[in-house]
């Protein structure tokens, strides 16, 4: 195309190509360049008031599209820049996107669509909302359980691959915690900011359903058994898009190290993250190269920006390409539904389990005063309170001293030792096993022998009295969570009569300790 180009300039006459050279943008940029070239082989040069023509174009068209830009309200806004003075309008080295942070007004802001900021803060309440509700309907906001997460959408090759096919994208909105929640809408938040007034509306939210339906796809791939959720697969893939557009020349220089060292930090950080805990990195490293790739497909786009298919055909062939691999996977890849069945039913059996021995200590639920003693202890909040911040008096006995000073650490034990109450009743069974022995009954064991290191001191008859009823409060809340475990351990309810006694006898022994 450039040699018919070059073939064609040499017909026209000398005004003629100063004509386009002159009014370069009424023309296509290889037209252009041969044009100039033509007038340099027959020696012909510019004049001065020609040179400055071009130059009041440029600097117009300049001016022009930094004002569109500046007239934003964006957080960020991108100044577009072209310089046509010695390349065609298609070399890469002519557009630029000069990124100029703007003053966000306050926190709120970031949770409101606005012109340049728009999908952005959708994505990001969409992903709060979901996981309010899914609060509001019992899941734990700290260790939600698995079952109830596949309940609500998240991604698990034996039910996605068995015609759910929409896991792939409901599970972009799931969250295991809220601390999950918290960083990856920190991360989008920062992405949203930096990259959608780039990309536009139709970009930004093609790449990001895109990518995060490909981290789905990656980690069908690569997992029989794990669920997965969260928007981290989608978000790693909208800084993949970043991190292809950040290593060419769009974006002018200054910036452009400084933007590629932290976003290359930042996806290593998350990348050996994902390598130490429970987190899917199949999907992180899935939504990255394919972010990568859509990022280099919308190069072109920039580079003409008025050609519309060249804005479309990339979201197009990655739409493609996202069916055609949804189709291999579900037409290939074994569901192992049937294993998934298997440890489904063992798993519900096991938490069945639990989730009625998680009661027993509160197992008469007739009497809630009793229930409510259990789970408080000997002291409530504000009693602990005033006992652990009491100042010393220094003209008590030396005894009474060291008396009240234990009795601080009593209180505080006892408060670690009563937390096994809080755990809730979908906890996995080696959790609350771990709780009731490391936790439980290591702490009550503790006070059983500050209490007798306590009866080693001169004290009244009466602190003698109450030491002997707090080292009997120990030891049956001692039998108490040992039979408690042994029913998690053994999985059935047979001790439920002998611990109900115990529960029992140790509500009646808080009432007089406490009167």
């Not at 002291?379 to 005894?399: A, G, L, S």
Request: hydrophobic fraction near 40%; proline fraction near 3%.
């Amino acid at each position: 195309m450039e040699d018919n180009y070059a073939e064609e300039v040499k017909s026209l006459s000398t005004s003629e190509l100063k004509e386009i050279a002159i009014n370069f943008l009424m023309y296509r940029g290889l037209l252009v360049a041969a044009a100039k070239n033509e007038l340099a082989i027959r020696g012909i040069e510019l004049t001065e008031e020609e040179k400055q023509q071009i130059e009041e174009v440029k600097n117009k068209r300049r001016q022009d599209a930094i004002k569109s830009m500046e007239d934003k309200n964006d957080t960020f806004y991108f100044d577009f820049k072209r310089d046509t003075n010695e390349e065609p309008f298609y070399k890469e080295s002519q557009i630029q996107f000069q990124i100029s942070p703007k003053e966000v007004n306050s926190f709120f802001d970031l949770f409101i669509p606005t012109k340049g900021y728009f999908i952005a803060p959708i994505l990001l309440n969409i992903n709060i909302l979901v996981f309010i509700l899914m609060v509001f309907n019992g899941i734990n906001i700290f260790h939600p359980n698995v079952l109830l997460l596949q309940k609500w959408g998240a991604n698990l090759r034996p039910l996605t691959l068995e015609g759910e096919w929409w896991r792939l994208l409901t599970s972009c909105f799931l969250h295991a915690s809220i601390f999950h929640l918290i960083g990856n809408m920190s991360a989008l938040i920062y992405i949203g900011l930096l990259l959608e007034p780039l990309l536009g509306r139709l970009r930004f939210i093609s790449a990001y359903l895109l990518t995060g339906i490909i981290a789905s796809l990656t980690s069908l791939c690569l997992h029989n058994m794990i669920t997965s959720s969260g928007a981290s697969g989608a978000i790693m893939g909208m800084y993949g898009v970043f991190l292809a557009l950040l290593t060419t020349k769009l974006i002018e220089l200054e910036k452009r190290n400084l933007l590629l060292l932290s976003t290359a930090v930042f996806l290593c950080i998350n990348l050996i993250v994902g390598m130490t805990g429970r987190i899917d990195n199949a999907a992180h490293i899935g939504g990255l190269i394919s972010g990568i790739i859509i990022g280099y497909s919308f190069i072109p786009g920039f580079k003409m920006p008025d050609t519309i298919n060249l804005k479309l055909l990339p979201i197009g062939i990655m739409t493609l390409l996202v069916l055609s691999i949804s189709f291999v996977e579900i037409k290939y890849l074994p569901s192992n539904y049937d294993i998934y069945k298997r440890l489904t039913q063992k798993r519900l059996s096991n938490q069945t389990s639990v989730s009625e021995v998680s009661k027993l200590p509160l197992s008469n639920l007739k009497d809630k005063s009793l229930n409510e003693l259990l789970k408080r202890g000997i002291y409530n909040w504000d009693e602990r309170k005033i006992i652990i911040t009491k100042v010393e008096n220094e003209n008590v006995p030396i005894d009474i001293a060291k008396y009240d000073k234990k009795m601080k650490t009593f209180v505080s034990t006892e408060a670690l030792a009563l937390e096994v109450y809080n755990i809730n009743g979908d906890a996995p069974k080696n959790k609350l096993l771990y709780a009731l022995k490391e936790k439980g009954i290591y702490y009550w064991n503790e006070n059983k022998k500050l209490i007798d290191e306590v009866e080693q001191l001169s004290l009244p008859i009466e602190i003698h009295k109450k030491n002997s009823q707090l080292k009997q409060y120990c030891e049956l809340r001692i039998k108490s969570y040992e039979l408690m475990y042994q029913t998690v351990d053994e999985g059935n309810t047979k001790h439920k009569t002998q611990l109900e006694y115990y529960n029992s006898q140790i509500g009646k022994l808080i009432n007089e300790i406490a009167h």
